[in-house]
């Protein structure tokens, strides 16, 4: 059960350490943008956007459900 545990508790810390990345990621494309250095297209963008969004319920799916 310890095992499961730690597994359960690493997949969250892994997911919320990737939605750091992405946060960090996402001042620096809001950087390029003041300086109007910005190189990616509105549809990498858009998609960009989503990443939170499957993260987050990554993180809600392994809190509430524990599926190990």
Known sequence: ???AGVSLSLSK??????LLGYHAMLARLVAQARQDQLRRSSRWLRWFN???SVLLIGIVILVVVKPF
């Open 50 to 52: 989503e990443v939170p």
């Open 13 to 18: 810390m892994t997911l919320v350490v990737a």
């Open 1 to 3: 059960v310890e095992v």
